[in-house]
């Protein structure tokens, strides 16, 4: 089995509902995605998927999708604020922690096609939250509303 892994920088907002601690305030991060990808055979150029069509799906996604947007729960009632002001943020059935958003990543990676093994979401330089699915034991569905702003 092969591995190769591409790293992603980029900058998000949240903010966790129904948290006790400092994490229930609107804060931001500037986390890393570390995206792994596996294949059991190498490709007529040796490789799993080249690092360059990973940045540029991948990395082309993160970048319009979730770089520099405020990644919120669907019931944050913050919303209608954002809505009003033209804000754009990223609405998710799910509370928008670094689990959260390893697992949106990692769908996102499967969905292009490419043969993703697990997602990492480094959220500070101390906390990382990795993701992989569960084999025969799907998760609930994780939906993302994306709402561009003015
Ligand atoms: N399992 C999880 N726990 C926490 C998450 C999370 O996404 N998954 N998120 C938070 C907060 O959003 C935020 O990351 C703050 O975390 P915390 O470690 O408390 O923050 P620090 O600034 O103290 O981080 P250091 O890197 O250790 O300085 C909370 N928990």
Redesign the pocket.
């Known amino acids: 089995m092969f591995r190769v892994t591409k790293e992603i920088h980029f900058c998000y907002g949240?903010?966790?509902l129904n948290?006790a601690?400092?994490?229930r305030h609107l804060?931001g991060?500037n986390g890393k995605a570390v995206i792994t990808l596996e294949a059991a055979a190498l490709d007529e150029l040796g490789m799993v998927v080249d690092f360059s069509a990973i940045k540029r799906v991948v990395g082309k996604w993160i970048d319009d999708a979730l770089d520099h947007r405020m990644l919120l729960h669907q019931n944050d009632p913050i919303i209608p604020e954002f809505e009003r002001q033209g804000e754009p943020f990223v609405a998710l059935n799910a509370?928008?922690?670094?689990?959260?958003?390893a697992r949106l990543i990692f769908e996102r990676v499967a969905a292009q096609g490419m043969p993703v093994a697990e997602v990492t979401l480094w959220?500070?330089?101390?906390?990382f939250?990795t993701y992989r699915p569960t084999p025969g034991s799907p998760d609930p569905p994780l939906t993302m509303r994306e709402v561009a702003g003015r």
């Open positions: 949240h903010r966790l948290y601690g400092k994490c804060h991060h509370n928008p922690t670094a689990e959260t958003i959220e500070t330089e101390n906390s939250a």
